[in-house]
């Protein structure tokens, strides 16, 4: 088992809401019934993300991006 973190460059922070809108914020947004409580939310996330990941000189964000692997080996035999 290892972990990777993978450092995407993404555009601007609003970037980052885009990109996990439909993962990690997902249960979230649609515990919120309506749209301008879910528009309501995001601005509250990027208000905080905004604290969380400076801006390059270029304008652009890093983003860290964690992943967990796992490999296995099945060792069990078969008795006919």
């Known amino acids: 088992m290892w ?3 993978y450092l995407h460059v993404l555009d601007s ?3 980052i809401i885009e ?3 439909a993962t990690g914020m997902k249960p979230y947004l649609d515990s919120l019934s309506k749209e301008s ?3 309501e939310f995001e601005r ?16 652009k964000v890093l983003f860290p991006f964690k ?3 796992m490999s296995g080996q099945n ?5 006919d």
């Open 13 to 15: 922070r609003l970037a």
């Open 19 to 21: 990109w996990t809108r």
């Open 67 to 69: 992943r967990l692997f």
């Open 37 to 39: 409580e879910q528009a």
């Open 75 to 79: 060792n069990s035999s078969k008795a």
């Open 3 to 5: 972990e990777t973190q």
């Open 44 to 59: 509250e996330v990027l208000c905080e993300i905004e604290k969380d990941y400076p801006l390059r000189e270029d304008g």
